[in-house]
């Protein structure tokens, strides 16, 4: 079955610090990978999405991921948080062939001031 | 182009009632999907609608079901609500039905079962 794993529940990190949220994906064809971000008591929003090309991409607020293939990973990067990235971050995938998005579980960051 | 809406924002109803969520796509979008989304679980898939016609659902039992109109506006419906049925309820629209078209969210009815 499809599915997406994020490696980490709950993340906690300073101001500055550098941030990779893992996240795999279990899918054998073509993939078009997407990170979310739900910020307290707002909408879900599309960060970033991966569907050609260049594997690594660039998103919102400075946050960019790198989709490798042969580990089935679209990891999450930003090179320093800030306390306003205190979020819960998503990532989903889909494929070309009309299936639903598939999402991963969900990883609570908390940027400490 | 204004967002996905969903109506209403908040409800409160007692085990056993029915309760009808709504969601109106943004314009152009003709892909309408609902998620129930709760602490413990994340985000799961309800159901899939494109030109009127379910094309995924989620592993919920049959007491929840949707529908689509020919405006692209969707419903979902929950017969015999249980306890457990409290969730936040995600609308998410999108302008096709496969490949790297984005899902957009609406801010979510909040379902309270009591």
């Known amino acids: 079955a499809q599915s997406v794993s994020q490696h980490n529940h709950h993340v906690i990190l300073s101001e500055a610090a550098s941030l990779e949220l893992g996240c795999n994906y279990s899918?054998?064809?073509?993939?078009?990978l997407f990170w979310y971000v739900q910020y307290p008591g707002q909408h879900l929003q599309l960060l970033l999405k991966?569907?050609?090309?260049?594997?690594l991409v660039k998103g919102i607020k400075g946050f960019e991921a790198e989709f490798i293939k042969s580990k089935f990973s679209f990891n999450l990067r930003k090179p320093s948080v800030q306390w306003s990235d205190t979020a819960e971050y998503f990532c989903?995938?889909?494929?070309?062939?009309?299936?639903?998005?598939?999402f991963g579980p969900g990883t609570r960051l908390s940027v400490l001031p | 182009k204004a967002g996905v809406t969903q109506t209403p924002r908040y409800l409160i109803k007692t085990r056993g009632q029915q309760v009808t969520l709504s969601c109106s796509p943004i314009?152009?979008?003709?892909?309408v999907s609902w998620y129930q989304q709760t602490p413990g679980q994340g985000l799961q898939f309800l159901f899939e609608?494109?030109?009127?016609?379910?094309?995924n659902k989620g592993n919920f039992p049959g007491r929840f079901s949707g529908r689509q109109f020919s405006n692209s506006r969707s419903e979902m419906n929950v017969s015999t609500l249980e306890l457990g049925d409290s969730a936040l309820y995600l609308c998410?629209?999108?302008?096709?039905?496969?490949?790297?078209?984005?899902?957009?969210f609406g801010p979510g009815t909040r379902l309270t079962v009591l």
């Open positions: 899918y054998g064809g073509t993939v078009n």
């Open positions: 314009s152009g979008h003709r892909s």
């Open positions: 609608y494109f030109s009127e016609t379910q094309r």
């Open positions: 991966y569907f050609s090309g260049d594997p």
């Open positions: 998410a629209s999108s302008p096709g039905l496969a490949g790297p078209n984005e899902q957009f």
């Open positions: 989903a995938f889909r494929d070309n062939y009309g299936q639903n998005f598939v």
